[in-house]
């Protein structure tokens, strides 16, 4: 059919469509989304796995018309105008030609909390002209966002560590102290074992570790930054000075000395947290020089046997004597 000059016949030969979908992801250059058969593309998020996670959006840009189309542009309501100088085919579309572009947005699992399940939708919109002619036209993509909170557990196991003061017997750590050392006021060093685990499947950050007796400082501070991995366990031993007016408080009666630890910590959006205490106990005792007591029947064996005694070394005496004599 041949063409005309009107205004009309030419608007009419002139046109443009567009495609806009949420690409399924690969992990990679495709992006994180996962497919819903059911429904529309998505992305997950845990407190372990907050993101952030891209969703890539492909746009395809058809001219339908007989006539070559320029000053091609391509908006996104909410990512802004796409740059379509990394699309070289888009910016010039030959009659029946078919480009593609694309975008991309990340969003976390706050953005997915924030959402509270709900559709996000944007809109692609593309501008060009044929023949003088502006054409537009437009599309929309929806993608969802969801997000699963995993609970944390911590466990805190603390124990008192064999040494040179300390003698684990039947399981109970002793603290023993001699006459001497007790009434000199020595004091007997003792170490403290604390090992933190993340017996959860998700990761905990603000690990905070206390044991008033020993210090009024955490021992595992906030500020330190320890992060636990799921299965992951931490180690850190303390030193403590014993004094005698610790051990003995009654005086020189044994005692039994208990503190408590506890130890804390959060998921990594910290709107889950968990936390565990254990105690260990010292047990001290005064150590008494032996002292062998002698009974009544003792003396009545041991006096006839030192007279025997005396008497035989006089008796010997008396023969050696005489024996010189006869000499």
């Given at each position: 059919t041949a063409r005309t000059?009107?205004?009309?016949?030419?608007?009419?030969?002139?046109d443009i469509e567009i495609v806009k979908t949420a690409v399924v992801g690969d992990g990679f250059s495709d992006g994180d989304l996962l497919d819903d058969p059911e429904g529309f593309p998505f992305l997950f998020f845990t407190t372990s796995d907050i993101g952030p996670k891209t969703a890539v959006f492909e746009y395809a840009i058809t001219n339908p018309s007989p006539v070559t189309l320029v000053d091609v542009a391509l908006v996104d309501d909410r990512l802004g105008t796409i740059d379509l100088s990394?699309?070289?085919?888009?910016?010039?579309?030959?009659?029946?030609?078919?480009?593609?572009a694309r975008s991309s947005e990340?969003?976390?699992?706050?953005?997915?909390?924030?959402?509270?399940?709900?559709?996000?939708?944007?809109?692609?919109?593309?501008?060009?002209?044929?023949?003088?002619?502006?054409?537009?036209?437009?599309?929309?993509?929806?993608?969802?966002?969801?997000?699963?909170?995993?609970?944390?557990?911590?466990?805190?196991?603390?124990?008192?560590?064999?040494?040179?003061?300390?003698?684990?017997?039947?399981?109970?750590?002793i603290v023993s102290w001699t006459e001497a050392e007790y009434d000199a006021g020595f004091a007997k060093d003792v170490t403290y074992r604390f090992t933190v685990t993340n017996i959860s499947n998700a990761t905990i950050i603000d690990v905070e570790l206390t044991d008033p007796m020993l210090s009024?400082?955490?021992?595992?501070?906030?500020?330190?930054?320890?992060?636990?991995?799921?299965?992951?366990?931490?180690?850190?031993?303390?030193?403590?000075?014993?004094?005698?007016?610790?051990?003995?408080?009654?005086?020189?009666?044994?005692?039994?000395?208990?503190?408590?630890?506890?130890?804390?910590?959060?998921?990594?959006?910290?709107?889950?947290?968990?936390?565990?205490?254990?105690?260990?106990?010292?047990?001290?005792?005064?150590?008494?020089?032996?002292?062998?007591?002698?009974?009544?029947?003792?003396?009545?064996?041991?006096v006839p046997m030192a007279m025997l005694l005396v008497s035989l070394g006089i008796a010997i005496l008396w023969l050696e004597r005489r024996r010189q004599r006869v000499r």
């Amino acid at each position: 059919t041949a063409r005309t000059d009107s205004d009309e016949a030419v608007k009419s030969w002139v046109d443009i469509e567009i495609v806009k979908t949420a690409v399924v992801g690969d992990g990679f250059s495709d992006g994180d989304l996962l497919d819903d058969p059911e429904g529309f593309p998505f992305l997950f998020f845990t407190t372990s796995d907050i993101g952030p996670k891209t969703a890539v959006f492909e746009y395809a840009i058809t001219n339908p018309s007989p006539v070559t189309l320029v000053d091609v542009a391509l908006v996104d309501d909410r990512l802004g105008t796409i740059d379509l100088s990394l699309f070289p085919d888009c910016q010039v579309l030959d009659p029946g030609e078919t480009c593609f572009a694309r975008s991309s947005e990340q969003f976390d699992y706050f953005d997915a909390t924030a959402a509270l399940g709900a559709l996000i939708t944007n809109i692609g919109t593309v501008t060009a002209t044929g023949d003088g002619v502006p054409v537009q036209a437009f599309d929309d993509a929806t993608i969802t966002l969801a997000a699963v909170q995993s609970s944390i557990l911590i466990d805190l196991v603390k124990e008192v560590v064999a040494g040179d003061d300390v003698t684990i017997v039947d399981g109970k750590p002793i603290v023993s102290w001699t006459e001497a050392e007790y009434d000199a006021g020595f004091a007997k060093d003792v170490t403290y074992r604390f090992t933190v685990t993340n017996i959860s499947n998700a990761t905990i950050i603000d690990v905070e570790l206390t044991d008033p007796m020993l210090s009024d400082q955490p021992i595992i501070a906030k500020a330190d930054g320890v992060t636990l991995a799921p299965d992951e366990s931490i180690t850190v031993d303390v030193d403590h000075v014993l004094t005698v007016a610790q051990a003995f408080p009654d005086g020189e009666l044994p005692t039994r000395i208990d503190n408590v630890a506890k130890v804390s910590g959060a998921n990594e959006t910290r709107d889950s947290f968990s936390e565990d205490i254990d105690d260990a106990s010292v047990f001290t005792e005064l150590v008494f020089a032996k002292v062998i007591p002698v009974t009544g029947f003792d003396r009545l064996v041991l006096v006839p046997m030192a007279m025997l005694l005396v008497s035989l070394g006089i008796a010997i005496l008396w023969l050696e004597r005489r024996r010189q004599r006869v000499r």
